[in-house]
């Protein structure tokens, strides 16, 4: 029984994968190549094909602009129906692109690859050219996302968080001016039922913020400043610390180094720890926009427990957050508490369980809360075998919903079944 769900996963991304990359669902929902998906997909290939997990990484990083940014979307076809499409973004020049990014989970994914497979420092060396390009990624978003050094990263446009639709922007995201006469037409709520899908509000406010994007030419030095929508999430700088951590690793191992991400992880690491109150057990976002804080009880905000603190006192407080967190769910982790009145059971980023969250959370347990993280990693696994390889699942009922044969929940199966590391 499960050796054939184990095979279905391995089916589920062959299907899903195109010459050099593999696409997030083989349904038309997404015709493209998405940078953290990818990154969870070479993970999952790493399980049972080496050669395509570099392939993938490969292919995403050809994409990269000259400053750094490695972007959001790649747009490797150009026929493809997508809404906003290549002509729509604009730029990217080698492979067209989208202008903004997303979390750079990549560099800790490719530690773990590395570290499992147990390569040897010769064979790490073959990968130099990967490890540089993820350097100057990284290194572009201190130059950019934060360009004031105040020890925080920025992001301009909520898609760059990956948790498109979340409670935890609806307060900066009511502050956009909707663009006059704004033209678009949107094809996801035509494959995916509209009631798990954003709304029509929250798309007239992402095409807005990145018609702006478009009208400064992304210029990365004027969109911080100028952006409608610059707020800094606990989730994404706890991706973005992580993955500083590991290149650093990875660096030693061909023997460079990076003193600005060396001397950016204490900061970082202090700054990030100040968006969490223990007393409180809650976790503030700050909207540099508007200059508020914003505090939602996401499950993103457990990525801190990934990000690896050197503080076992407020790890050992983001556990016992967490456990109460979902206390009351037969299905691990709802992407936003069922208690909060933001939550939707059905729609998207306001209350589903998405397995790649799991999975992160996960990794963040694992050397913290071996019992705890077990659990996790059961439930996991129960949920995706009863339910198939879908985009995100009910935390109450497990129902699957929005795309079927989603590449990252087959991807981490895989990883999640075959691996306790
Ligand atoms: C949606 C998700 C994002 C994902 C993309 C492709 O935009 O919110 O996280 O990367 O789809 O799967």
């Not at 970082?268 to 909207?287: A, M, Q, S, Y």
Request: proline content about 4%; some cysteine.
């Amino acid at each position: 029984m499960n050796k054939k769900i184990i095979e279905n996963a391995k089916k589920t991304l062959i299907r899903n994968r195109r010459s050099k990359y593999t696409l997030p669902t083989n349904t038309k929902l997404y015709p493209a190549q998405w940078n953290w998906d990818s990154a969870f997909i070479a993970l999952g290939y790493s399980n049972f094909n080496l050669n395509y997990s570099f392939k993938e990484i490969e292919t995403l990083l050809s994409g990269q602009w000259r400053d750094g940014m490695v972007p959001h979307i790649l747009f490797h076809k150009k026929d493809i129906n997508y809404t906003p499409n290549y002509k729509a973004w604009n730029c990217g020049k080698k492979v067209s692109s989208s202008g903004i990014t997303q979390p750079p989970i990549l560099a800790s994914i490719l530690r773990l690859i590395i570290e499992r497979k147990k390569f040897s420092k010769k064979k790490v060396i073959t990968y130099t050219s990967i490890i540089l390009k993820i350097k100057k990624y990284l290194e572009w978003f201190i130059r950019n996302r934060d360009p004031k050094q105040t020890g925080l990263i920025s992001i301009l446009h909520p898609w760059e968080s990956g948790y498109d639709n979340s409670p935890l922007w609806d307060k900066p995201m009511n502050n956009i001016k909707i663009e006059n006469n704004l033209k678009y037409k949107r094809k996801d709520n035509k494959i995916v039922k509209s009631d798990q899908r954003p709304l029509k509000i929250d798309y007239d406010r992402y095409v807005t913020i990145k018609n702006d994007l478009k009208k400064m030419n992304y210029n990365p030095k004027k969109l911080y400043y100028n952006s409608q929508f610059n707020v800094v999430d606990v989730g994404f700088n706890s991706l973005f610390l992580k993955a500083c951590k590991d290149l650093i690793f990875l660096l030693g191992l061909i023997n460079k180094k990076s003193p600005l991400l060396k001397k950016y992880i204490n900061i970082n690491e202090k700054n990030l720890i100040r968006l969490f109150n223990p007393k409180k057990r809650t976790f503030k976002n700050k909207d540099l926009k508007n200059q508020t804080i914003t505090e939602i009880p996401s499950i993103t905000n457990f990525f801190m427990l990934f990000a690896d603190l050197d503080n076992d006192k407020i790890n050992a407080e983001l556990i016992k957050s967490l456990k109460r967190y979902c206390k009351k769910e037969k299905y691990l982790f709802p992407s936003i508490n069922s208690d909060h009145k933001s939550f939707e059971e059905k729609r998207y980023w306001r209350g589903p369980v998405w397995v790649n969250c799991n999975w992160i959370v996960y990794q963040g347990l694992k050397n913290k809360d071996k019992k705890f993280a077990e659990i996790i990693r059961k439930k996991t696994i129960n949920l995706i075998e009863k339910k198939k390889f879908r985009e995100y699942y009910s935390s109450k009922t497990g129902l699957g919903m929005g795309a079927k044969n989603f590449s990252w929940s087959a991807a981490l199966y895989l990883d999640f079944k075959l691996n306790r590391s």
